[in-house]
């Protein structure tokens, strides 16, 4: 590994060392879960279970210049590879514990374990101080279009939430909409801030703008938070729309 990361595996447990974990709010865990998909062969490439905060180093997001998200370099990491592992991780993304927990460790679908996750991303910027600068821009009419399809998709997000919150109460199985959401919170996200970015011009890039450029840059990262775009993208392909695993991917 060019960073030197190396990786023990001992009984029921796996030590890495020099690894980066992209953890968020990492101050505030004590426990969190990382996990890759596997193999084409099924097999595991790596499953990390960060247990203690000191001893991680944490890395501000070069970014936005905060420890929002941040990448942490453990000095001792543990995996511990127990058929619970899952229960630790409940500040762990919807799409992450879903591969983790029935990919890797082959555990069953839990509705109230795996549906769990909050969809709200936290921008920084709403549609409401989008409206404002529509308002404000002289030629605002030519953006109207594009603000209105991502507002519309804004307003989506509460009624996916209520589906899966009321699938969870009576018992049901997930749905669909825990993958659709985590993929439209993302991308919602950053069309929002570029729709603002186009409308301020040039102030987004001198400081006139702090507020929007910050929730512009820290976006970028939604898209990764938790499973790419594409990950996500893969899963509805796969098990919800039941196709094919690209054959490439092997």
């Known amino acids: ?85 899952m229960t630790i991780a409940g500040g762990t993304s919807e799409i992450t514990r879903n591969t983790i927990a029935e990919r890797i460790l082959g555990l069953p679908r839990d509705p109230l374990l795996i549906n769990a996750t909050s969809s709200s991303a936290p921008t920084g910027f709403d549609a409401d101080e989008l409206v404002a600068l529509i308002d404000a821009d002289p030629d605002g009419a030519r953006y109207v279009r594009r603000a209105g399809e991502v507002i519309a998709v804004g307003h989506t997000l509460p009624l996916l939430n209520l589906r899966r919150v009321s699938r969870a109460i009576a018992g049901t199985e997930p749905g669909p909409e825990g993958n659709v959401t985590k993929l439209l919170v993302a991308e919602h996200s950053q069309h929002l801030t570029e729709l603002g970015m186009d409308l301020v011009g040039s102030a987004g890039v001198t400081g006139a703008t702090p507020k929007l450029t910050r929730a512009y840059l820290g976006n970028r990262a939604m898209t990764i938070a938790g499973g790419t775009s594409e990950i996500t993208r893969n899963t509805i392909a796969e098990r919800i729309l039941g196709l094919p695993r690209d054959p490439l991917l092997k």
């Open 1 to 85: 590994d060019p960073d030197g990361a190396r990786y023990v595996r001992r009984a029921g447990e796996v030590i890495a060392v020099g690894h980066t974990l992209p953890l968020l709010n990492l101050r505030r865990v004590s426990r969190a879960i990382a996990g890759t998909e596997p193999g084409p062969e099924g097999n595991v490439t790596k499953l990390l279970v960060a247990e203690h905060s000191q001893h991680l180093t944490e890395l501000g997001m070069d970014l936005v210049g905060s420890a929002g998200v941040t990448g942490a370099t453990p000095k001792l990491t543990r995996a511990y590879l127990g058929n619970r592992a």
